[in-house]
């Protein structure tokens, strides 16, 4: 038996390996343990033998040998045939070759049996220098041991050895499962990470992760479940904050957004100041809000819930022209920020009176911006003070001065707006006559109300007066559009029609010399119009209708009839038109309603539906016992919630 053989007649694998890494010779165990035959190992580079993870320190085992003709130890992990990989401690050492002058390196497995705990130091600096925690579990006893690792997991256990029992009354319930599983599935490769929620004594829950690998301890020692831990409780806490951040400034983007679309869409100063006083201080982040507005040189103030009423009763009514803080806000255009008591008095030592003055300094800070517009002078201002130390940015302070411009310029657009349409509702009431005081055995009511578009004033018109007979005349009609020059028409025709009543007797022959008179005038626009005589004395009517709705009766039963009475084509539009009439008799406690288009038609309402739904109100009112004026106004409240577009007019005749 030469000194090579003796070397090689091991339990533990071996091998001899020349100086440039090429295995010479070798025992079944390393062949075993490599994964290969002893033919498929020889002459090959010791080395390329190993895994990729294990194949650097195996060379520089060996070269640490070859060179140095030194004892190098490792801990290697060797493949294993399909089971898991084996920990050992690898030992090698130059020797003599037995064949030659030459030297070989001879590569062992030393017996770790009785410290096994020497196997596992290369991992515990390894995890250590990764920052992360290393345990051990043995199955067969189900106890965790600690190993180490980065101080802060190592505090998490501050009992080295634990029952798994323990281990996992310490961990989330709903993470147990996983645990259990990550355990029992253990593999001879890396796991993925799984997520641990675990609760130390005396702290709060901790965030881990966890991996698992099986590895055998020394050829022919047992297997052990190794893990690693990482503690991304911070992390988990850093990327909830960045969440929460992130969700806030989404939400106050929308916030903003909202803000900016409900102060474009405000169209009365009353939702304006709406508007503001719920949205500014919870945009802001203020814990108060006010709005003082401009008229008459003189300041009106309201405020949200954060700022009682009774704080700044004292501004309210102040003149523009007083040396305090929001009057010279408005007066200039210029935010103000004020900081403390002291920076407020300096500047305004004539105008100590503001709202929480003795709080200012002390951990509350107030902001001014006025509601200005490009070229004008401000309408008004808004204040919002903030508590708990909290200084506004200049970034929010310039967002906030972009709202204020913004809520300025619809409050100037409101104010003109609102001027518009009490010129427009002077000239309406102007355009609309009167209706006679007394008409003896008829009870007659009117109502009109304008198109929501534009301005507050239409083309449809009504007009009730006594003819030199004693009959009552009646017309309603509607002149193309719902503006402006819709009222200057409407206005004409009806002027027009009266004129033309005075000197003629009967409905047909006014709508017939007004059609002419209007064709002959080249009249830009058309109109429709029903127009009756009423004899109150019998009750007589004689009606005629140029292409207009038709009429509504009804009776004291509740019933009602359409009647469409005879005539022509629209007003001002086929000349040499002669229009007809009929006569029909009023029952005393009967009505008649004219309407225009706009009460008995609408964007989802045939005419049809509408006639019926207008002559049902109007019956049921008769039953129910109301006047006129109660029914004209069921008729025309009716109108508008059916979302009505047209302008629309109502006029009932009841026969007392």
């Not at 165990?29 to 650097?56: N, Y």
């Not at 401000?378 to 909290?390: I, K, N, R």
């Not at 029914?631 to 009505?644: C, E, G, P, Q, Y």
Request: negative net charge; proline residues 5%; glycine residues 8%.
């Amino acid at each position: 038996m030469d000194a090579s053989d003796e070397l090689l007649r091991r339990a533990e694998p071996a091998a001899l390996v020349t100086l440039d890494g090429a295995i010479r010779s070798l025992n079944s165990a390393m062949a075993t343990a490599l994964g290969r035959s002893a033919e498929q190992c020889l002459g090959r580079a010791f080395g390329d033998l190993w895994p990729a993870s294990q194949r650097i320190s195996a060379e520089s085992l060996m070269m640490a040998a070859a060179k140095t003709k030194t004892v190098a130890m490792r801990v290697l992990d060797f493949p294993g045939r399909g089971g898991a990989p084996v920990a050992c401690l690898i030992e090698a050492q130059s020797v003599k070759d037995p064949t030659g002058d030459g030297q070989l390196v001879w590569v062992h497995a030393l017996d770790a049996r009785n410290d096994l705990a020497s196997l596992v130091i290369p991992f515990r600096l390894a995890t250590s220098a990764a920052r992360l925690g290393l345990w051990m579990y043995s199955p067969d006893d189900h106890r965790l041991e600690w190993l180490g690792g980065a101080p802060a997991l190592v505090a998490l256990f501050p009992d080295p050895t634990m029952s798994l029992s323990t281990v996992i009354s310490a961990v989330h319930p709903d993470d147990r499962e996983a645990l259990r599983q990550l355990l029992r599935s253990a593999s001879t490769q890396q796991s993925s990470w799984v997520r641990l929620r675990y609760l130390p004594q005396h702290e709060d829950w901790h965030q881990l992760a966890a991996k698992t690998r099986r590895i055998q301890l020394g050829f022919g020692g047992p297997e052990r479940i190794f893990g690693m831990l990482r503690d991304d409780t911070r992390q988990e806490k850093r990327k909830e904050e960045a969440q929460a951040a992130l969700a806030a400034e989404r939400q106050r983007a929308k916030d903003i957004a909202d803000f900016s679309s409900a102060l474009i869409t405000a169209a009365t100063e009353q939702e304006l100041q709406q508007v503001a006083l719920t949205r500014l201080a919870a945009t802001f982040g203020a814990s108060g809000a006010l709005l003082a507005l401009v008229d008459e040189g003189r300041l009106r103030v309201s405020t949200d819930a954060g700022i009682a009423m009774w704080e700044v009763d004292v501004l309210h009514g102040m003149s523009l022209d007083h040396p305090s803080a929001l009057p010279e806000s408005i007066r200039t255009g210029k935010p103000q920020l004020i900081l403390d008591q002291k920076d407020y008095l300096h500047r305004w030592p004539h105008g100590a009176v503001f709202p929480r003055l003795h709080l200012l300094g002390s951990d509350y800070v107030t902001l001014i911006t006025p509601l200005s517009e490009a070229g004008n002078q401000p309408l008004g201002a808004w204040l919002v003070t903030y508590g708990s130390g909290y200084r506004p940015s200049l970034d929010e302070r310039t967002l906030m001065g972009t709202l204020a411009d913004l809520a300025g310029q619809a409050l100037r657009r409101i104010r003109l707006q609102q001027a518009r349409v009490e010129l427009a509702t002077a000239l309406q009431k102007t355009l609309l006559p009167a209706l006679p005081e007394h008409l003896a055995g008829l009870e007659v009511a009117a109502r009109y109300r304008p198109s929501r578009d534009g301005l507050d004033i239409g083309g449809d018109w009504y007009d009730v007066f006594v003819m030199p007979d004693g009959t009552v005349a009646l017309e309603i009609g509607d002149a193309q559009g719902h503006d402006v020059d819709a009222a200057a028409a409407m206005g004409q025709v009806r002027a027009s029609m009266r004129a033309i009543a005075d000197h003629e007797p009967d409905p047909a022959t006014v709508l017939t010399r007004t059609n002419e008179l209007l064709v002959t005038m080249n009249a830009a626009r058309f109109a429709s119009c029903t127009m009756l005589h009423i004899d109150p004395r019998d009750g007589r009517v004689t009606g005629a209708s140029a292409g207009h709705v038709p009429l509504l009766c009804a009776r004291k039963d509740g019933s009602h009839s359409i009647r469409e009475l005879p005539g022509g084509p629209v007003l001002g539009v086929v000349p040499g038109t002669d229009y007809r009439e009929e006569t029909f008799t009023l029952d005393k406690d009967s009505a008649l309603v004219m309407v225009t288009d706009g009460v008995v038609e609408g964007p989802g309402l045939t005419l049809e539906d509408g006639l019926d739904r207008a002559g049902t109100l109007a019956g049921a009112a008769l039953h129910d016992g109301l006047n006129t004026e109660d029914t004209a106004d069921r008729i025309l409240d009716s109108a508008v919630a059916v979302d009505h577009l047209d302008d629309v007019a109502v006029l009932v005749i009841r026969r007392t």
